[in-house]
């Protein structure tokens, strides 16, 4: 069987076992496990230096693992080279080919693979269709925007049909418009090819609205493996909750717990109470509620909602973003809650304010 061959039976397309990669005594990764489906689009996201990109070279077969097994479609490959794994790659840089135009660019992969001079053709304006080229074959790289830059390296990737694809910050290199129009398209683009997909990422908002799984990674190792929804509402370490999306992270003491909810002290002068929906916690233990800027109201009257949790504070910072504004707010023992509220902001500094949140709004975050 070749690499580009698909039995079809495995359960997962790509699967990393306690994947392990040392340079000298440092693990650039370590004991890494996940299988990601066929169809799947699977994101690696974490701050610089975290394994990222050590992950992805290794499943591209650039580098060799320390430790632990690399499975395609259910097979060990640890060992096969790069071109039989039937990957395709796209890096952050594009990497095209500056002395080559866009169809002999995207026509390469096929010509290495002695494909007859009509098919190419075919094949190569079907690709330049699907990802809005059309008509700019013969631009060479250096005549091309970032974005069609990016579109070209696509296609190269996808025209011989691998079975997975692999990118590397594939928009990192866009501005901010531009690489919310290309997530569009590259989501509908793998999903209408139904490609396996591992994207490499540091942007939480990209991995967020682009996967159906994202793995966290925090220096070699997986803090945490689910869907997006998995991962923002109910993160597993404070590194997830504080890395993806804001969050107040607070230090609190459980009042009460029963099977379902637990009742928390906040650390205010007024000891206020917060219930969460977790359940079974331990008594007078300390534990870090994870409160999510958004989740919290901010207002000049108490919440109307007797079930809420109501503080009182005065705004010591507010940053202005558009569509949202960050308030500082100190409560009443000098704890500060950072608050993220939509429209105009309608507190100025030094207002007394209103702080509430619904009952379950917090989670208490296990390590
Ligand atoms: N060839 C190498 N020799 C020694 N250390 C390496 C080598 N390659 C990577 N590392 C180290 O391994 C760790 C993980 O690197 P990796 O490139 O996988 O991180 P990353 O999450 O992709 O980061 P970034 O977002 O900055 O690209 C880093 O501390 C890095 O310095």
New binding site residues.
Partial sequence: MTMSEDTGTARFQVELRNATKL?GD?A?IRDISFGVAKGEFFSIL?P???????VLRAIAGLIDLTSGDLLIAGAPVNGVPVYRRGMGIVFQNYALFPHMNVFDNIAFGLRMRKVGKPEVHARVTEAMARVHLDGLGGRMPSQLSGGQQQRVALARAIIVNPRVILLDEPLGALDRNLRIAMQAELKSLQRELAITTVC?T?DQEEALSLSDRIAI?NK?GVEQIGTPIEIYERPASRFVASFVGGTNLIEVVVHRSDAVSTELILPDADRTLVRVNSGDATVGRAVTLSLRYEAIRIASSPSPSPGDASVLGTVTNIAYGGSVSIFHVAINNGLTLVVAASGKPLFGLGDTVHLSWPSGAGQILQS
């Fill in positions: 340079y440092f650039a974490g610089s230096g975290g394994g990222k990109t050590t490499v540091h990674l070699g």
